[in-house]
């Protein structure tokens, strides 16, 4: 698996003028002296991204009330558009995707839709490594049942504490589980789960399967429809460069449209009757069902330029650039910081690695300090992990190159003894 590679900048240099992707560079708003690998926790605003959210502001300046059906985006329709514009990425038809919610509200919005506890059916598989507020959504929707989380949750354990292992999971998938909801990917080790398999073997138990696909959106192609997979959530703020609390995604397979959502509103509705103002409920067909209320507008501007951009770009060219430069990025780390006591954590093959690297170092903390002094910013995941990402969109191999000397620097002249320990609040 390791590979010895030419060890110079200038060979950084020839790759970036290879990168077919290196245009979009300047689509963002790099800031001068500033590296930026944490777009897997919040991608950078785009140009196209700042005139959406000023032509939206625009509308309602000009508009007033007549904005949900007038101007460039009338806003009544941009949920179902930008669904449109997503279902590329998810691989779905267009009325299987809509932008609407946060990623933990459709959590609830599809487990209280799909999670129905009857006879001895009554558990949902997770996994103990997956992201926080997901545990919580399915402990509150097990509660809503009258049930009690440390019976029904079932969380699939980690043999190493960075992946999980799918025959672990499938293992897992007794007669007593109504309901699967895993990550595409797990956002500390960046592991890639094969989601078509786990699909297919929930649905040979008779187990209903989700997935939350919040890194791997925008990082990694998916074939939701054709695997057969029956709902994902994810938000648009991480690779999908939708900004701070932009609107997120939610995908249902069309063979569940008409089914009533757990958490009904007025968007629920069928559009053309949603203004009958009428107390029956007739379910839209499609996944714009599983809207609850009035759009988060102004969220979803920005979302319009950056899924502009993904098609244009396309996912497979994003997925082709996103493998090669993480690769190189491992290269390098193999190379360069061998016996500073760095280890990689994310999976080494392609097909089960995402687009981060996940490098573990016990003073993680105080070299990302360092880092982010350094004028590069990573993330932290405490204890000991360094999330790195370069984006496809706007990270250069000569950033990954500088990135690994800084590394080295840090380590070799010792300065993150200059750092205090403690985690930041938001790291
Ligand atoms: C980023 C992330 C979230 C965040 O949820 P929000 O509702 O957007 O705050 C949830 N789950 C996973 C797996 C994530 O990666």
Known sequence: MERTIELSREHAQQEDRKDKLNKYRDEFYLQPGITYLDGNSL???SKRAEKNVEELMDSWKRYGIRGWTQGKYPWF???EKLGEMCAPLVGASKEEVIVSGSTTSNIHQVVSTFYKPVGKRTKILADELTFPSDIYALQSQILLQDLDPAEHLIRVKSQDGRVIEEDDIIAAMTDEVALIFLP????RSGQLLDI???????HARGILIGFDACHSIGAVPHSFSEWDVDFAVWCNYKYLNGGPGSVAGLYVHKKHFGTRPGLAGWYSSKKDKQFDMS???DVECSAGAFQIGTSHVLSLAPIIGSLEMFAEASIENIREKSLHITRYMMDLINQELAGLGFTIGNPKEDERRSGHICLEHKEAIRICKALIDNGI????RPPNIIRLAPVAFYTSYVEVWDTIQTLKKIIEEKQYEQYSKERNVVS
Do not use: S
Request: glycine share 4%.
């Open 196 to 202: 078509q398999r786990l699909t297919a073997e929930a």
């Open 184 to 187: 595409t990917v797990l956002y």
């Open 77 to 79: 329709f941009l949920p």
């Open 279 to 281: 107390h029956t409920l």
């Open 43 to 45: 991608g950078l605003m």
């Open 377 to 380: 910013i990573p993330d932290n």
